[in-house]
């Protein structure tokens, strides 16, 4: 069984040799977003990974190996790469604000392409849906020629009770569960079932946008049996800090990512919960294996832009964290693989900076639809062509911290170094060297020596990220972020 599960897919590299235009003057879109899914892949190194097919894609297609959300949280993320709008316009800061409250009339992703002749699906979590329950669905009913509802496993079979909790104070902490079950008896196994139905039935004279939305690995972390299997408990490791990691961080930045979510366990407590997150992560990939494998047989593989991403990064004790909403690497990096048909770049990594914002103009540029002119970011699409090259100085994440969201964090990551402020710098500051310090283990804010660049980054960021403001309501008539 393990065995079969690795197997990586069939390879496909002399369809994906043909150019975009061979095929039909429209490329279709398969896009495949994944909830709470750090850099915890195969090919972008991860020493426990097990994602053979997240793998091939990478092969055949452009990894980022530096790419960042807008705001490491589901609605904010989400509500920003959907719009093409940085927080600072979406004013999406919360799973609870509502989009097209704040940007009367924005034009989204998946909408701009059904008004452009597209037929569009959405099976899954694409924008926020209403989790946890009670919470308004923030999905564009406008943007879907077909949309599933969205269903999580409440109850979880067999019982609620039986899910593994890890308790801190009065609220509960992370939770799993391994069940003998089928894919398709939970959520992503039954979302690709629905999307590959639906390219069946699909009308095949327009071109298709595809969006399929995983929930895994969101809590709570449930899965198929089989996947917890790829991963023995005595086989997984802890990351690895000093001493005194956290000691420099300012207290923002120490707050937990939601409160009650700083999981205090034994050793082994600490590897089930990775394990169980690393066997949801293999649980997306087989889903994503299979959507691919319906592309191949169905001849689309030449004609279609197929990307994968997450909404935000996920921290698995790093920091002693555990949650998404920091702004540290591991919260606000994603990973982001594209295959474009056709693209000189194929089959290569890119160093280069690249933000979630970017998926909106990368898409109309591919697929040549216009560009609407609130959309902020840029294409991807000169790096596809040479992966050594670069449309970005930085990149930009913002967040909202502590027990009453009274904390504002925004940072700037360029090639080497990363700046954050909480609170414009009143609450702390970090900056860390890339270069020297990869797993940002040394804030370097209080050095005379660095003086200099954390003054520039600074500048930057109060350019770039202004204080947002949450009153009232946008304007369309936003200009192009091109920096």
């Known amino acids: 069984m393990i065995q079969r599960l690795l197997l990586a897919p069939c390879l496909f590299a002399a369809i994906l040799a043909l150019p975009l235009s061979a095929a039909s ?21 991860h020493p426990q990974a097990k994602t053979p097919h997240l793998d091939a894609l990478a092969k055949r297609g452009v990894l980022f190996s530096r790419a960042y959300c807008q705001f490491p949280h ?54 926020h849906l209403g989790i946890p329950t009670g919470l ?7 943007a879907w020629d077909f949309g599933t509802p969205f269903k999580d ?34 959520c992503d196994g039954g979302f690709a079932l629905t999307a590959m139905d639906w ?28 996947y917890f299997d ?23 930045a120490r707050n937990g990512a939601v409160p009650g979510y700083t999981l205090s366990a034994t050793p082994e407590q600490r590897k089930a919960a990775i394990r169980a997150y690393l066997a949801c992560v293999s649980y997306v990939d087989a889903q994503a294996g299979k959507l691919m494998d319906a592309l191949r047989e169905q001849g689309l593989l030449g004609n279609t832009v197929v990307i994968f991403t997450s ?29 474009a048909p056709g693209s000189a770049g194929n089959g290569q990594r890119t160093a280069a900076l690249a933000e979630l914002l970017d998926l909106y103009p990368t898409l109309c540029d591919l697929c040549e639809v216009p560009l609407p002119a609130h959309v902020q970011g840029q294409s991807l699409r000169p790096i596809l062509e040479n992966p050594a090259s670069s449309i970005h100085n930085a990149a930009f994440t913002q967040a909202r911290r502590g027990a009453n969201a009274e904390f504002w964090g925004r940072s700037v990551r360029t090639d080497r170094w990363r700046c954050t402020e909480w609170n414009e710098g009143r609450d702390g500051i970090e900056l860390y060297d890339h270069q020297e310090d990869p797993h940002e283990y040394t804030n370097l804010a209080s050095s005379a020596q660095h003086s200099a660049v954390l003054h520039d980054l600074r500048a930057l960021l109060a350019e770039k990220l202004p204080p947002i403001k949450m009153e009232g309501t946008s304007e369309l008539s936003i200009p192009k972020d091109r920096d």
């Open 74 to 127: 589901c609605n904010p993320s989400r509500s920003s790469m959907m719009s093409g709008l940085r927080p600072n316009q979406t004013r999406v800061t919360d799973n609870a604000d509502n989009l097209y409250d704040n940007v009367p009339g924005v034009l989204t992703l998946p909408h701009h392409f059904r008004q452009q002749g597209y037929s569009t699906a959405r099976c899954g979590k694409i924008f």
């Open 311 to 339: 909404d935000h990064g996920w921290h698995l004790g790093e920091h002693e964290l555990w949650h998404k909403r920091s702004l540290f690497e591991e919260s606000a990096g994603v990973p982001l693989i594209i295959l």
């Open 230 to 252: 790829l991963y023995p408990l005595d086989s997984i490791t802890l990351p690895e800090a000093p001493a005194d990691d956290v000691a420099d961080i300012p207290a923002p």
């Open 136 to 142: 308004e669905s923030m999905d564009d009913p406008q």
């Open 25 to 45: 003057a429209k490329p279709n879109v398969l896009l495949m977003v994944s909830d709470d899914l750090a850099v915890t892949l195969g090919c972008y190194g």
């Open 153 to 186: 496993e409440r109850p979880y079979p067999p019982k609620r009770e039986s899910v593994v909790q890890i308790k801190t104070g009065k609220r509960q902490g992370l939770s799993w569960q391994e069940i003998p079950v089928s894919d398709e008896t939970l």
């Open 199 to 226: 390219l069946k039935k699909r009308d095949s004279e327009r071109p298709f946008f595809l969006a399929v939305g995983f929930h895994r690995p969101h809590l709570p972390l449930v899965a198929p049996a089989k």
